[in-house]
């Protein structure tokens, strides 16, 4: 954007067509403030409005909203966007391509909680980041607030990176963020991932994929994955193997372990993931193929991802 | 066959199998088996085959214990191959099927699932 300032309310029109600022709150005064002006709006404009905020904000939202919130869509963030790879195609996306072509989408997304674990973290500040990409010349705007009084610092930095607009603590304005540099985040947050002592590894090859899938499900069954999440565990292992086999250089390995109450899968190979958009975006029904790694996005607690020009790893978390 | 912390090795891989066979009475097929890399070819040419009939097609699925995003896709491409108002009915699907066809093709009317 080229503009200095872009206010959310809607009062004046926005620069460009995607609109992205980070809110930055301390208290539950300032987070009102922030946000139930932007709903309202966006449904007197009527815009199709959204809300994707942990659970206790999501309450305090609707509770000022009064009867206004039967007109917007709530979500519980850590529930639809416990993944952070799933919120573009599974929560925003979702909400706003079905929308009346043209038509201004509003939403509120808040990925990032001070209950987000250090393994999250990363996932979370790319996801920020890749909006951007995903939404470039939509009409839509996107607020993101931020617990500016309980996240740390380099959390709120990443923020002003992942987002061209900021508005400050008590600020009505969003303001032109001079550390805008979203391929920055995701280049930065593309860490190599810590090595899993003790799992099950298994060599893939076209001949072997479905051994392979067998003995992973296996597996994860033992470390008390059941029913449904063991289906999508058998799925995500098919998809990343397969992958590997046909984009990753013929081979792969798979390995399983149990890490702190969740079952993770990760395939490795030789190739390298080039569209920092896979798996974010919604399949098109005419569209073949490439829904692989969105379904990997759609069914895990969490996606990291990392690739480099040697090889890639994909590691999935199902919570057990 | 896996150890921990070390790769397996000298695993036999059976070769996953995936058969088709007519269906007495009605247009389509029953499958059994599993749908991956290897069987897709197989898959999707039944499919490809059936939905040529000039009505709507069955496919049994009881004995097919496992579809990957690739297989359910072929199915979708089937379906959107099928005329007006013809649909693909499948019996007893894997339940997992049934899900990655909800969460990826959403839109998707023309498939009709019986438990």
Redesign the interface.
């Known amino acids: 954007m080229s503009a200095a300032t872009a206010p959310p309310s809607g009062t004046t029109p926005p620069a460009g067509p995607f609109v992205h600022p980070a809110l930055f709150y301390r208290d539950e005064d300032e987070y009102l403030a922030g946000t139930v002006p932007f709903v309202r709006a966006g449904l007197a404009a009527g815009e199709p409005v959204a809300v994707a905020v942990p659970g206790k904000r999501l309450a305090l939202l609707r509770d000022a909203l009064g009867t206004e919130a039967d007109r917007v869509r709530l979500l519980d963030m850590r529930e639809a966007g416990r993944n952070p790879g799933r919120i573009i195609p599974g929560v925003l996306r979702a909400f706003a391509d079905p929308q009346e072509p043209g038509r201004r989408v509003r939403i509120i997304g808040e990925p990032v909680w001070a209950g987000r674990s250090a393994t999250e973290y990363p996932a979370c500040a790319q996801h920020e980041a890749l909006i951007n990409a995903a939404f470039e010349g939509r009409a839509a705007t996107i607020l993101c607030p931020y617990d500016a009084r309980d996240l740390a610092a380099y959390v709120l930095a990443d923020a002003r990176a992942t987002h061209p607009t900021v508005i400050a603590a008590g600020d009505s304005e969003a303001r032109h963020s001079d550390s805008y540099d979203p391929f920055g985040v995701v280049a930065r947050y593309n860490e190599p991932l810590p090595p899993a ?7 893939v090859v ?6 392979a ?1 067998h ?1 992973a499900t296996a597996e994860a069954a033992r470390l008390g994955l059941t029913g ?1 999440r063991l ?2 565990f ?2 995500v292992v ?2 990343l193997a ?1 992958n590997s ?2 984009h990753g250089g013929g081979s792969g ?1 798979l390995r399983v372990w149990a890490e702190d109450g969740h079952v993770v899968c990760e395939v490795s190979d030789a190739g390298r993931l080039d569209d920092p958009l896979a798996g974010r975006r919604p ?1 098109a ?1 005419a569209q ?2 490439g ?2 790694l ?2 990997v996005n ?2 895990c607690d969490l996606v990291r991802t990392h690739t480099a020009p040697h090889g890639t790893t994909v590691r999935g978390w199902f919570a057990a | 066959m896996g150890k921990r912390g070390e790769l397996s090795s000298g695993a036999v891989d059976a070769p996953p199998r995936l058969s088709v066979s007519p269906l007495a009475g009605r247009s389509g097929v029953r499958m059994a088996g599993e749908v991956g890399l290897s069987t897709l070819p197989a898959w999707r040419q039944a499919l490809e085959q059936v939905v040529r009939e000039d009505e709507d097609v069955y496919l049994e699925l009881s004995s097919v214990t496992f579809v990957d995003v690739a297989g359910a896709g072929a199915l979708a491409d089937a379906a959107g191959r099928l005329t007006e108002g013809r649909r693909l009915v499948l019996h007893r699907p894997p339940a997992a099927l049934r899900r990655v066809l909800e969460m990826l093709w959403p839109d998707l009317t023309e498939i009709e699932v019986c438990a």
């Open positions: 002592p003790g799992a099950l590894a298994l060599p076209a001949a072997s994929l479905s051994t899938r003995t449904v289906d999508d058998a799925l098919a998809e397969t086999v046909v390995t399949a029904r073949r193929g829904r692989g969105l379904l759609l069914v």
